[in-house]
T-cell receptor, first 112, second 115 residues
Framework: SQQGEEDPQALSIQEGENATMNCSYKTSINNLQWYRQNSGRGLVHLILIRSNEREKHSGRLRVTLDTSKKSSSLLITASRAADTASYFCATEPTDSWGKLQFGAGTQVVVTP | DAGVIQSPRHEVTEMGQEVTLRCKPISGHNSLFWYRQTMMRGLELLIYFNNNVPIDDSGMPEDRFSAKMPNASFSTLKIQPSEPRDSAVYFC?????????????FGEGSWLTVV
């Protein structure tokens, strides 16, 4: 089974609204990373949060990590049509360096 | 800076044929990963190299799959013979160092269809 599980599977919002998606995982991790994938394209790295960090910001992105609950959230503020993509969380377990484990992703559609 | 470069971007081949996917990691990166993405199984790690040495190939599905990294700037993933169930997107990724905060960068993928 996949390590990271995103929730919801799909999200449809209007431009200007915030989009929040969650990721849960099962084992101890070194870090958790969020990636974006546009249709037919590769994965673009968005943000990495280490296991000893609780929150991180990058532009309109805000990521939180709660290691006690083994969960993370990605918030995109003031969404734009260009944010339409699939978003994946990936965890790097402490006992498996380099073996990023991906969730199934959240498909986000932002309508103008 | 050039990112991870993969070729071919798209390939359609007949069952039984040999398929070779190529990857050039980001210059200076010493770890290289091959992932496969399908609708059914999502993203799966097939194999990864550190300093050109295969470290973990437990994700390679069958003996039909093989990967090499003859030098720091080139890797291949070969499928011989190919089967329709191998149809997927194959991503190569690279990373600098072994630090816990080091990002893994992905290429644009090789979209393989086996008919």
């Amino acid at each position: 089974s996949q390590q990271g599980e995103e929730d919801p599977q799909a999200l449809s919002i209007q431009e200007g609204e915030n989009a929040t998606m969650n990721c849960s995982y099962k084992t101890s991790i070194n870090n958790l990373q969020w990636y974006r994938q546009n249709s037919g394209r590769g994965l673009v790295h968005l943000i990495l949060i280490r296991s000893n960090e609780r929150e991180k910001h990058s532009g309109r992105l805000r990521v939180t990590l709660d290691t006690s609950k083994k969960s993370s959230s990605l918030l995109i503020t003031a969404s734009r049509a260009a944010d339409t993509a699939s978003y994946f969380c990936a965890t790097e377990p402490t006992d498996s360096w380099g073996k990023l484990q991906f969730g199934a992703g959240t498909q986000v559609v932002v309508t103008p | 800076d050039a990112g991870v470069i993969q070729s071919p971007r798209h390939e359609v081949t007949e069952m039984g044929q040999e398929v070779t996917l190529r990857c050039k990691p980001i210059s200076g990166h010493n770890s290289l990963f091959w992932y496969r993405q399908t609708m059914m199984r999502g993203l799966e790690l097939l194999i990864y190299f550190n300093n050109n040495v295969p470290i973990d190939d437990s994700g390679m599905p069958e003996d039909r799959f093989s990967a090499k990294m003859p030098n720091a700037s080139f890797s291949t993933l070969k499928i011989q013979p190919s089967e329709p169930r191998d149809s997927a997107v194959y991503f190569c990724a690279s990373r600098l160092g072994t630090g816990l905060s080091n990002t893994i960068y992905f290429g644009e993928g090789s979209w393989l269809t086996v008919v």
